[in-house]
């Protein structure tokens, strides 16, 4: 069973990432523009003083400026920091001269930055190629933010381009959640919480 749901996500994600491909840069701009707005809207955020947010690469919603925007706002910015055994930790950095390429090319916290326990953060901005309606995410495949999530109790948000989204995504045991998915249209999830 797991393995026959691993083969359809690993099908999928390779769909979604030629669908991208085929995005106008002018497009991936608009949608980058309306789904950080959407988070800058977002009541939980507001609320929230430590936050872990992602660098965007490749494909991925371009977070730059959404990041210099949480340093500006005065909040306790983290990123993920990849560790051995597909583990990784938030960093807290002061600005984006704190970051460098990692192993995979992904701007990530210098060793020299601090590291913040999970439970400190007040909310976790997650990638994902994809979520659906459940707030179930489909990741590059690494594994990393299922591991870090588990268990997580705090917010968590995920940005989805509308095009992407969808109703229900194949699904393992150890997949995470997130409790809110944002797609340029507003908040399309959830009513209660997954987990419940």
């Given amino acids: 069973m797991g393995t026959e749901v691993a083969k359809v996500k690993k ?28 988070f800058f809207e977002h009541p939980k955020l507001a609320e929230a003083q430590t936050v872990m947010a ?6 991925e919603i371009c977070t730059q400026d959404l990041l210099q925007t949480l340093l500006d706002q005065g909040k306790t910015l983290c990123l993920p920091k990849c560790l051995p055994e597909h583990q990784m930790e938030a960093r807290a950095i002061t600005s984006l001269s704190d970051l460098e390429p990692d192993k995979y090319g992904i701007p990530a916290p210098k060793d020299t930055c601090p590291v913040v326990a999970r439970e400190k953060l007040d909310l976790i901005l997650v990638p994902g190629l994809c979520f659906d309606s459940r707030g179930s995410r489909l990741g590059q495949g690494g594994g990393y933010y299922d591991r ?37 249209e507003g908040q399309v999830w959830p009513m209660k919480d997954p987990i419940d």
């Fill in 148 to 184: 870090y999530l588990e268990d997580y109790e705090g917010v968590t948000i995920g940005l989805c381009r509308e095009d992407f989204f969808q109703v229900n995504l194949p699904r393992e045991p150890l997949d995470a959640w997130v409790r809110f998915v944002l797609t340029e």
């Fill in 54 to 59: 992602y660098y965007g690469v490749g494909n």
């Fill in 11 to 38: 099908i999928l994600r390779q769909q979604i990432r030629e669908a991208m491909d085929e995005l106008t840069d002018q497009e991936k701009a608009w949608s980058d523009g309306e789904l950080i707005a959407r």
